[in-house]
């Protein structure tokens, strides 16, 4: 399950949208009614009075499944997903309606909430996108369903928007995290394509302990435009990039033991990141030869290498031990 959410102004240019779009079908609303898009605007409005100004009152929230989950939904399940989602991410006490659109392959629907509450308080939007993956990850893994292939296959033409400037950045920081081995060689490369980087400091401290990316009037933090880009990931990735730069540049200069050093960093770099998330680990020599600082040269010390070494070592103590007790 995917969600999207938006804020904006018009709640009668949302319900339109929404509502009277062809095979559009209203599930669920609380504090509205149903008779048209005229009586559920007037109603929505009507309680953002409570917060004039408030500019952007109208919640708005998209909520994708794949196209494998269609056997286990139905419009009351959907419906109970939904209000299971604005729940995790603080979504309470206000009026809503639940519209079900089937003009694409893959079930979803909208979701129009005011954020101007029962008792006139604003329902806040800050971390929008963080809750939304969070609420989004939870819900998926607790029903069993489809999980999304990545970020790698969205289709960016379809994008607009926030969401469209967070996938912006997400392709150019992951481009350049590929090269780059310092914060100061990532700040130049993406200085290049108009993105700031902005960082959070420990109170009272220099220790950088977090990092926003700005584009134009638009600044997310690293973990709000995907977990893998939070300040210690990508101070993790930048390390190791350093690492594999200076492994292959002792090779050049043939300093073996040097780049034995080199590797056996990387190797333990490796390791911790497959600690954290096993499915994202990838093996010493596969780090090297896709190193694009120099054309790679074989580890002296691969994966194999290593292993083949560390079974020789085990079979000569195993003999030793042998000669002895005879």
């Known amino acids: 399950m995917m969600g999207k959410p938006i804020t904006g102004r018009s709640f009668g ?35 953002r009075k409570l917060r004039p100004e408030l500019g952007k009152a109208v919640g708005h929230l998209v909520l994708s499944w794949s196209k494998e989950d269609l056997a286990k939904l139905n419009d ?15 979504i309470r006490d206000t009026q809503f309606v639940i519209v079900r659109h089937s003009d694409r392959a893959h079930p979803h629907l909208h979701l129009i909430y005011n954020r101007v509450d029962n008792n006139g308080k604003t329902i ?13 990850k939870e819900i998926t893994l607790k029903y069993g369903y489809h999980l999304g292939e990545g970020k790698e296959k969205v ?13 912006e950045l997400y392709d150019a920081i992951k481009a350049a995290m590929k090269t780059a081995t310092t914060w100061k060689g990532l700040e130049a490369a993406l200085a290049k394509q108009g993105i700031k980087i902005a960082y959070k400091f420990r109170s009272g401290t ?11 009037e638009i600044k997310m933090k690293g973990s709000a435009i995907d977990r893998s880009l939070s300040y210690a990931k990508i101070d993790a990735t930048l390390n190791r990039n350093q690492h594999v730069h200076l492994y292959h540049a002792a090779m050049k200069a043939n300093e073996p033991l040097v780049a034995n050093q080199f590797s056996e960093a ?61």
Do not use: W
Request: glycine share 8%.
């Open 155 to 167: 289709n960016r033409q379809a994008l607009k928007g926030k969401e469209k400037i967070r996938f």
């Open 124 to 136: 806040s939007d800050k971390n929008n996108f963080a809750k939304n993956v969070k609420a989004c």
């Open 13 to 47: 240019g949302c319900i339109r949208y929404v509502v009277d779009k062809q095979d559009a079908k209203i599930l669920a609303a609380e504090g509205v009614r149903m008779q048209n898009t005229s009586t559920l605007a007037h109603d929505f409005n009507l309680q």
């Open 206 to 216: 220099s220790e950088k302990q977090g990092v926003s990316f700005e584009k134009g």
């Open 266 to 326: 990387i190797r333990q770099s490796i390791q911790a990141e497959y600690h954290h998330s096993p499915d994202s680990g990838k093996g010493l020599l596969q780090v090297l030869l896709e190193s694009q600082f120099v054309g790679a040269a074989p580890d002296p010390m691969g994966d194999a290498d290593v292993a083949r070494h560390k079974r020789k070592k085990h079979e000569a103590e195993q003999s030793q031990s042998q000669g002895i007790s005879r």
């Open 76 to 90: 009351d399940i959907m419906v109970e997903r939904a209000k299971e989602y604005m729940e995790k991410v603080g």
